[in-house]
C-alpha cells in the first residue's frame, strides 16, 4: 500500500485558486496512476481529475474541465490539484488516491490506496 498525505486546503472566496498536493511514499510512485476526489456533505464521494504514471495523460470530470489541472512530479513523489475559478459547489474535502494500475481512472475500485482528505471551502 501507499501512505498518502494531503495539504492545501482551506477557506477560500468564489473565484479564488487553491493548489492541492498530495505527497505518496511506501511504493514507487512513477509506478501507478494517481486521482482526486471529493465528497459534500451528504453527498457520495465523486471523481475530480486522473493523471497516468508518467503525467502524459489526464482525465477530468465535466464540471471541472477548464478550471482545474491535475499534475504529477515524480521526482518529489507528489500530485497535484491546481484548482482556479472556485465555486462554492466545490467544496468538499478533498481526497487524492492511487491506484493499483499505471493509467488513472475515474473508477474509485481502481484505486487501492487514500489520503485522509483536505477540507476546501468556497465562499459566495
Known amino acids: 500500500q501507499v501512505q498518502l498525505v494531503e495539504s492545501g486546503g482551506g477557506l477560500v472566496q468564489a473565484g479564488d485558486s487553491l493548489r492541492l498536493s498530495c505527497v505518496a511514499s511506501?511504493?514507487?510512485?512513477?509506478?501507478?496512476?494517481m486521482g482526486w476526489f471529493r465528497q459534500a456533505p451528504g453527498k457520495e464521494r465523486e471523481f475530480v481529475a486522473t493523471?497516468?504514471?508518467?503525467?502524459?495523460?489526464?482525465y477530468y470530470a465535466n464540471f471541472v474541465k477548464g478550471r482545474f489541472t491535475i499534475s504529477r512530479d515524480n521526482a518529489k513523489n507528489t500530485v497535484y490539484l491546481q484548482m482556479n475559478s472556485l465555486r462554492p459547489e466545490d467544496t468538499a474535502v478533498y481526497y487524492c488516491?492511487?491506484?493499483?494500475?499505471?493509467?488513472?481512472?475515474?473508477?474509485?475500485?481502481?484505486?487501492?490506496?487514500w489520503g485522509q482528505g483536505t477540507q476546501v471551502t468556497v465562499s459566495s
Open positions: 511506501g511504493r514507487t510512485f512513477s509506478n501507478f496512476g
Open positions: 488516491a492511487a491506484s493499483g494500475i499505471y493509467s488513472g481512472s475515474s473508477n474509485s475500485r481502481q484505486y487501492d490506496s
Open positions: 493523471v497516468n504514471w508518467s503525467g502524459g495523460a489526464t
